[in-house]
């Protein structure tokens, strides 16, 4: 995911949010000579193939004027589903005593893959009871991190 303060997450935040629309992340990745410009949005009542439709129209026109990315990539915009990713601090905040999984850029405590309860956030960093222990994590060394649902 796109940091926070990156050009295309302001971007698309500038677009999403007046429409109605919770930002919940920006992707970008290149395979080859194929790019895609994926973008997730959320509503508390859902999201729905218009909702995807009427931010892409939207979205696309201020990315053809800004134009932020080199050469040609796809604009997707969809609901991030049941295992949300976690992007932004206030994303930790609202799902404290929700199970994560989470991989980090770099270990700690040896590990680089943790799977926990969200126990806390605040402006520097997530805890995470971990097998019964309590992880401080800084939001610079979280590369992804997701909701996990058990079903």
Known sequence: MQPADSTLTRLARRVVEPMGYELVGVEFFQ??????????????????????????????????????????????????????????????????????????????????????VLVGSDDAQVSVEVDGEVWQIPYGVIESSRLVVDW
């Open 31 to 116: 395979h080859g000579t194929n790019a895609t410009l994926r973008v997730y949005i959320d509503h508390p009542n859902g999201i729905t193939l218009d909702d995807c439709t009427s931010v892409s129209h939207q979205l696309s026109g201020v990315l053809d004027v800004e134009d932020p990315l080199p050469g040609h990539y796809d604009l997707e915009i969809s609901s991030p589903g049941v295992e949300r990713p976690l992007v932004f601090p206030e994303h930790y905040a609202r799902f404290v005593g929700e199970r994560v999984k989470m991989r980090l850029a770099e270990k700690v405590q040896g590990r680089r893959r943790l799977q926990g």
